[in-house]
């Protein structure tokens, strides 16, 4: 192993929707990736294992050939003015690069939805349809007494979740954690704390999580007489009695119709909410859609899977999502923006493609008709700003090492700037 | 630079001479001159028949940050007309952007400069949410802005209060509080909300009236609004505490009102939306206007200032910090749904929708004791034009709200459309008070400027930023407000006949007052055991705020010499 120099201060990590603040990046002196120090966090690891110690010095290509940035700026902008409906999906970027990918969408018409678009809708139908009480991370260290998550135990999205929600911190003596409809393996994790104040258990009563709920929200609706199955009772009493009952869950997690679940939930925190105190908080996917979501909502009014269309502008929660305007043959060609996550490529299609992409997907975006531009990644190689997951705290990230490569904003100005030159 | 001239003009500049006969007025550089005779102009607008007014400036309006955006997600009725789309905008300057009552921060900017306004503060902005605020004021074309950060129901806040005791043994600590967060959030004020009161909800209070202990912390309103008033006195911040003050909406809460003003002991204070403060329990329905009592408190000390938060008819949505309010009204909520949040053990917020019914006994009256108030004030300079937008109702509803003021047969028409009870029995019937147009430009921009310390805005004095704008002069005052003939920005021509013609980025006021840095340790160990983000990570620094606020100037303002 080289020298390392000392570890980054003031990192905060741009891998998951918790954006935590508390562990340090060691920046190698030759060819090895940048490491995690000052904690563990598997997905923290990983992310940081796509990055060498020095800034790629990528270039991008055209239909798999190697081309200047300018080459590629002028190839994605002709498919894009050649484009008579072209979707701009991923949206893997900070606030910087949806502010820039909005105005760009506007004058190509696109439809705009993130990578985890469906899960993402979830939440928002709920919250367009009924409202929401919904906290954040930490409230729910100093004060939430009991626990629910919601059909998983997330650790697998965000693995510091649980850590992150103070189990197993002073600040609150005694915590109950429920895991309600766990999937295999979420329970064994969650019993590992148990202990020192802090209790565990799992309800899995017959019948899907839909009925669950609605059950639990009869047994709060009316306490003596209720019909629902015992353990539901008793949940329903603990509730109650809770101080502050927090309901954690991963709208990735939920089945089809997922929006409902989000629903009955709220509807069960609005009828504790009479009585005592309760909320919900919502682990989005991370990787910046979620940020895309709230620019694009600022700035527009409306957010995503939205389009300034021919009639004006559209919001469409259902019919713009990717996977079914891709199966529909609806748009005729991809732009997909993934700056953070190696992993999130585009989805397969044989239309014309963009991606403005994390430098390891290069390999991957060789195909004929395809665009790949290498860009640089908030908290790695530029600064940047993402929401967590609470929606509240719009975390700052900070570059560890500097990156000769673009990034999202970057070519989203310059591609607009184009493709406006060719209308002219 | 450029120079430009605007040719005979009636300048209405209450802060300077009032009202005069035509003249010209200069602009060079992006700021205001006098013409001197047979001096060159880049520019010269004919300016015959238009009255001049410094660009308007609201105090008060829900632009950007967290609850305004769950507003925007909330009301997507808001975003279509029945079923079609919102037309994309036809001027190419625009970007498409939509909405009346939670508007894209983009159309917010638009319609704003469409009527003359140059700067607008957001009020309520959560210290845990100040990046996400100052990029959406960024992203307000246009306008210059600013933000009040929360404070008052923060938890370390009200434990420091608690372990102070009555005599506020640590006030030194919880004024270098105050000061290190408006650092660190690049705020131009603090404002209170529900004293208190959003941090009771959290432990299960469903009340707090100003003599009410918190069940926590077991301080009271009384003692929050004193000791916030007095820490920003003594930091010489230019605006003064600005209160949304306990009881929000509630029959007979002109007492706490009242109370909140005597908390203050002699303090200089603004009371926000103080329409949704002034309310009485006489009368068959419990519910009465109490603006004259209200009114009799703001005349009786000049230290205060107000803002009226008018209501007016039709559909809008309710942001607020207020989540123990807004819980209670989430129940008259139209449509029925509604978004609460628990926020970081520093604040709260709830957004409701509402529609404003003329034929409704409450909305109507609520709309008479706003215009009550506005009319019965004697001093205009404590006066601000509000409807606390979109609380009240969108701010594009201002002309109309203009006229009402300004117009008493307008207003006695408008009257006779309400739930009779109200049309018969108010007090503002029989106010025959029109408002002259020194007395708007008072309370849209010249009063605003000067209580935010603001020396070279809201007036069109030699050396004054050349943000103006140029009505037509027209005996329909809604139809002349609502679309001035020429908007200028820093000097430059922004809009024309109620179209935008450029888009420059706004700047951002914030203000920084001097404190002792030795806090900061006792902050960092309040992080570390209670807080979600480093103490590190809390604070904006200047080269962060510019690019949170897209590249636009800073403009720090000036603290005055201490009080203290």
């Not at chain 2, 000061?179 to 009771?200: C, D, E, F, Q, R």
């Not at chain 2, 628990?342 to 909305?363: K, L, M």
Request: aromatic share 6%.
């Amino acid at each position: 192993m080289s020298e390392a120099s000392a570890p980054a201060a003031g990192w905060v990590c741009p891998f998951c929707a918790l954006a935590c603040d508390h562990l340090q990046v060691q920046i190698g002196s030759g060819d090895e990736p940048l490491a995690l120090r000052g904690g563990d966090c598997v997905r923290a690891r990983r992310g940081l294992q796509d990055f060498g110690s020095h800034g790629a010095e990528l270039t991008a290509t055209i239909n798999g050939h190697g081309a200047t940035l300018d080459e590629a700026i002028a190839a994605a902008a002709q498919h894009l003015s050649a484009s008579r409906q072209p979707l701009f999906a991923g949206l893997g970027t900070d606030v910087a690069g949806a502010r820039a990918l909005y105005p760009l969408a506007c004058a190509c018409g696109a439809v705009c939805d993130g990578a985890g678009g469906d899960a993402a809708m979830h939440t928002l139908r709920a919250l367009q349809d009924r409202g929401q009480f919904t906290t954040t991370l930490a409230e729910v260290r100093t004060r939430a007494d009991v626990i629910v998550f919601v059909g998983s135990v997330p650790t697998d999205m965000a693995p510091l979740l649980l850590e992150r929600c103070g189990v197993g911190d002073p600040a609150v003596a005694t915590r109950h954690l429920v895991a309600l409809h766990p999937r295999d393996g979420d329970v064994a994790p969650l019993a590992a704390r148990a202990g020192g104040g802090v209790s565990v258990e799992s309800i899995a009563p017959d019948g899907d999580l839909f009925t669950t709920l609605a059950w639990l929200d009869a047994a709060l609706a009316r306490p003596a007489g209720s019909a629902a199955p015992a353990m539901l009772c008793a949940l329903a009493e603990r509730l109650r009695a809770a101080r502050y009952a927090v309901f954690i869950g991963a709208p990735a997690h939920l089945p089809a119709h997922g929006a409902l679940i989000v629903e009955a939930v709220h509807r069960v925190i609005a009828r504790l909410n009479v009585g005592t105190r309760a909320a919900a908080l919502w682990l989005d996917g991370g990787n910046g859609a979620a940020t895309a979501n709230q620019v694009f909502s600022w700035l527009s009014g409306l957010p995503l899977r939205s389009r300034a269309g021919p009639h004006g502008l559209e919001h469409e929660p259902l019919a713009y999502g990717s996977s079914r305007l891709l199966d529909g043959a609806a748009v005729d060609l991809l732009l997909w923006a993934s700056s953070f996550d190696a992993s999130a490529l585009p989805p397969p299609c044989a239309l014309p493609l963009i991606v403005l992409g994390h430098p390891a997907q290069a390999v991957a975006c060789t195909r004929r008709d395809a665009v790949f531009i290498p860009v640089a990644t908030p908290g790695i190689g530029v600064d940047g700003h993402v929401f967590r997951t609470d929606g509240t705290v719009l975390m700052p990230l900070r570059a560890v090492r500097p990156d000769a490569l673009p990034s999202v904003a970057e070519v989203a100005q310059r591609l607009l700037h184009t493709v406006r030159g060719m209308a002219m | 630079m450029s120079s430009l001239l605007l040719r005979g003009a009636r300048i209405v500049d209450p802060a300077n001479t009032g009202s005069a006969s035509p003249r010209d007025l200069g602009v060079r550089d992006g700021r205001i001159v006098e013409p001197v005779a047979g001096e060159p102009w880049d520019q010269v607008i004919e300016a015959s028949g238009c009255i001049a007014m410094a660009g308007g400036i609201d105090l008060h309006t829900h632009i950007g940050g967290g609850k305004v955006n769950l507003a925007r997600m909330l009301m997507a009725e808001d975003h279509r007309n029945a079923a079609n789309p919102p037309p994309l905008p036809t001027n190419p300057l625009e970007l498409p952007s939509c909405g009346c009552c939670a508007p894209g921060t983009l159309a917010t900017g638009y319609r704003y400069v469409e009527m003359g306004y140059t700067a607008a503060f957001e009020p309520a902005m959560v210290a845990s949410n100040a990046r996400h605020a100052h990029m959406e004021m960024g992203d307000v074309p246009v306008l210059d802005h600013g933000a009040y950060v929360m404070l008052g129901n923060d938890e370390l806040f009200l434990q420091w209060l608690a372990e102070g005791g009555p005599d506020a043994r640590n006030f030194d600590q919880l004024r270098d509080y105050v000061a290190w967060t408006l650092h660190a959030s690049k705020a131009m004020g603090v404002k209170v909300v529900n004293p208190g009161g959003i941090s009771a909800f959290k432990y299960n209070q469903r009340k707090l009236d100003v003599d009410e202990a918190h069940v926590r912390w077991q301080v009271t309103p009384r003692q929050v609004v004193h000791t916030l008033a007095r820490a920003l006195r003594e930091l010489g911040v230019p605006h003064p505490l600005h209160i949304h003050g306990s009881n929000l909406g509630v029959a007979g809460n002109i007492e706490s009102t009242l109370q909140t003003i005597t908390a203050l002991e002699g303090l200089p204070a603004h009371l926000t939306h103080v329409q949704f403060h002034s309310y009485g329990t006489e009368g068959p329905k419990k519910f009465s206007s109490a603006a004259q009592r209200l009114v009799e408190a703001v005349n009786a000390n000049p230290q205060i200032s107000i803002d009226v938060g008018q209501v007016m008819f039709g559909q809008t949505v309710t942001a607020s910090g207020d989540t123990m309010r807004q819980h209670v009204q989430s129940a008259l909520g139209s449509p029925r749904k509604w978004v609460g949040a628990d926020i970081e053990c520093t604040a709260g917020c709830g957004v409701v929708p509402f529609r404003y019914r003329e034929q409704s006994y409450v909305n109507a009256l609520q709309w008479a004791i706003g215009l009550e108030i506005f009319l019965l004030v004697r001093n205009p300079w404590q006066v601000v034009l509000t409807t606390d937008h979109p609380n009240g109702g969108p701010f594009t509803s201002y002309p109309h709200l203009i006229r009402l003021l300004m117009d008493r047969s307008f207003r006695d028409e408008q009257l006779e459309k309400l739930h009779p009870e109200v049309a018969a029995n108010c007090a503002l019937r029989s106010i025959a008070r029109e408002l002259t147009l020194d007395e708007i430009a008072v309370m849209t921009r010249a009063a605003p400027a000067r209580l935010l310390g603001l020396r070279d805005r809201g007036h069109l004095g030699a050396g004054a930023v050349a943000d103006i704008a140029l009505y037509r002069d027209a005996p329909n005052r809604e139809a002349m407000f609502a679309t001035p003939a020429v908007v200028l920005k820093d000097g430059a021509v922004v809009a024309r006949d109620g179209r935008i013609t450029a888009t420059p980025v706004g700047g951002t006021f914030f203000v920084e007052p001097d404190y002792d840095r030795a806090i900061e340790k006792t902050l960092r160990r309040h992080w570390s055991q209670h807080g979600s983000i480093g103490f590190d990570t809390v604070p904006i620094g200047r080269d962060e705020l510019c690019r949170c606020c897209n590249g636009g100037r800073l403009l720090p303002a000036a603290c005055f010499a201490s009080a203290g």
